[in-house]
């Protein structure tokens, strides 16, 4: 009888696992949007944040990474998904 006290004391008063992971993932779903504000752009993935690509065969000669317009970063996926706009 007690173990059957116990255990409803416990049920009522503490939050259940999944509570727990729901809260946790919202937490870390905030910090991720919030990150994406902070910092939407990332280095270009084709340059990987050089924006100059020097030629083959005149190697002093070079070029804006056709990626990046030669800024050496892009938008993050997260914030061109939400549509952030730095």
Not at 42 to 57: D, I, S, V
Not at 66 to 79: D, M, Q, V, W
Request: aromatic content about 8%.
């Amino acid at each position: 009888m007690t173990e059957f006290l116990l255990s409803a004391a416990e049920e009522q008063s503490g939050a259940s696992g999944t509570t727990i992971l729901v809260i946790i993932g919202a937490v870390a779903l905030f910090l991720y949007i919030g990150s994406l504000y902070l910092h939407p752009f990332t280095r270009c993935g084709r340059c990987k944040g050089t924006p100059r690509q020097y030629g083959a065969l005149a190697t002093k000669s070079w070029r804006h990474c056709g990626a990046c317009n030669g800024s050496g970063r892009e938008i993050r996926l997260g914030a061109r998904i939400l549509g952030i706009d730095p």
